[in-house]
């Protein structure tokens, strides 16, 4: 789903639910090197996970080891870009070159080295441990709201940035609220459109805590449509990828968009 609306404001990160209060305030932070892991799983690994590294083992949400799961400290799935520093400062000044601009003045002399800087973090995820733990019979939606990530449009190489709306139906496996906002920077930091990050961002839930239902709503503005006279500035671009009992179950999908679309109304 695609919509386009006039809205302005950008809004703080702000946890919408008591109950995911609590959850974040459980949250412990459980580090386990790899090669204690290896050693403690050796017993416990079903046949068919035998052939898979310790860095895969460490991202399967169904791996309980005395009640850990244990996070991945670079989560699957991300782009694997080698970043040629020395390139981009080059490309940097045959840009400027092309522009038209005196890449002798004083006053560009640093800039192809800072544009390279800028792009490398840009399209830099840092790395991050992904730990879950057990639920232990929460039921209801855990939301996070206004999470505030910034992202490279693929086709232009401008900015666009908004806020994410992420809500779970919980199985067996929670995650901290914290992470969140990491996951979506997981996938942010590439060359990216709206529509594939949020459901890169959706379909990575599933895999790491196989809830019963995910919810992911993205607002942001795109220079590239707001710097251009295509729409007014402030547009925003909403996306939403809706999986499982969020999608399906309607009391479910109701109680997620109003917690979502709450606060853009706020304002
Ligand atoms: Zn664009």
Known sequence: MILVTGRTSLQVLAHSRQAAVGVLTCELQVDVLVEELKGLLAGHLPPRRAEHTPQQLMTAPHLRVAGIVPGASMPRRTAHREIDHDGLQRAARELLRALGADVEDEGLEETPRRVAAAYSELLTPRPFRATTFPNEGYDELI?????????????????????????????????GLSKLGRVVELFARDLQIQEQLTTQIADWLDEELEPKGVGVVLEAEHLCMSLRGVQKQGAKTVTSALHGLVRDDARTRQEFLALTTRTSHDH
């Open 143 to 175: 939301v996070a709201r206004a999470i505030p990530f910034h992202s490279l449009c693929m086709h232009h190489l401008l900015p666009f940035q908004g806020v994410a709306h992420i809500g779970y139906l919980p199985g067996e496996s929670l995650i």
